[in-house]
């Protein structure tokens, strides 16, 4: 399939899946995790003070609200969505646009964000070359991924070579709602893919909420009781933390600083 193809089966698949288009940030009432976000920029040291941060994927514009004292916001995504309303003035941006053909100028953002969309783009390599083309010298990738080092991993390899899932579409959300294209994240995966296009320093953590899902993920399965499945988890929960600090990829979602 040539790669306009697979871009416009992606747009119109996150069209009709809403639900799929959210990431570990989303709260509730489908805002931003304000807490969330400020606690893992603490941890990965990030700091955002008068920086041009771009978010690549935005979905709804979401991490926009965290944005809004900051200096410059630019949303890109496939869909434009009017749930984006948070344009107030002329630093905050959003456009439809794809990964893999940024619109803007060499050199000119101070962060580029991909939360929870960077395991979507068909063409990895291509979407890292053009993260490193746009990004500043001295700046930095905030990068939220699904991970399939774990349990999960062994779920979504076996669903897709013995089950009835076609090759990298397995992934838990949604309860095990098979996505468009979900590649096969790995912590080893990331340092290949942006390492290969210049990048040199890796940090990242895990999710301790999400150890439960890595390790059992049938507790998002459809046919499992919601009974047993919150039992499980608060069961895990009580382990998570420390499980999560000595292996941050038994947790389903990684999070990385990457320059
Ligand atoms: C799981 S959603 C995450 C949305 C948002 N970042 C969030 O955290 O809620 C993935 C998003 O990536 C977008 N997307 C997928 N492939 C893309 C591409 N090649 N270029 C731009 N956006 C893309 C989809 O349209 C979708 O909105």
Redesign the pocket.
């Known amino acids: 399939m040539i790669e306009e193809e697979k ?1 416009q089966k ?2 119109l698949f ?1 069209q009709r899946e809403k639900a ?4 570990p ?2 709260d509730d009432d489908l805002k931003l995790n304000q807490d969330l976000f400020a606690r893992v920029s603490r941890s990965l040291n990030m700091s955002f003070q008068d920086k041009i941060v771009l ?6 514009g ?2 926009a609200s965290f944005f809004i004292d900051h200096k410059f916001y630019i949303g ?4 434009v ?1 009017g749930s984006f309303k948070i344009l107030r003035d002329n630093s905050h941006h959003y456009a439809q ?4 053909q940024l619109p803007i100028a060499d050199n000119t953002v101070d962060v580029a964000v ?4 960077f395991e ?3 063409d990895q390599l291509a ?1 890292t070359v053009e993260i490193r083309r746009v990004l500043k010298p001295g700046g930095f990738i905030f990068l ?1 991924v699904p991970n399939y080092a774990n349990i999960a991993g062994i779920v979504k390899f076996c669903c897709e070579r013995f089950g009835s899932y076609e090759k990298d579409t397995w992934a838990p959300f949604d309860y095990w709602k098979a996505e468009e294209l979900e590649h096969f994240m790995t912590p080893g995966r990331v340092r290949r893919l942006f390492g290969g296009a210049g990048f040199s320093t890796f940090t990242h953590i895990g999710f301790d909420r999400e150890v439960v899902v890595g390790l059992i993920p049938w507790v998002w399965h459809p046919k499992t009781p919601r009974i047993f499945a919150s039992a499980i988890s608060k069961t895990v929960s009580l382990v998570a933390k420390p499980i999560c600090k000595v292996w941050p990829a038994s947790s389903l979602h990684t999070f990385w600083r990457i320059e």
């Open positions: 871009i992606l747009r996150y799929l288009v959210t990431s940030f989303i978010d690549i994927g935005c979905g709804s979401m991490l890109f995504d496939l869909n969505r646009a794809n990964a893999l991909c939360m929870d969309s979507h783009f068909p979407a939220s």
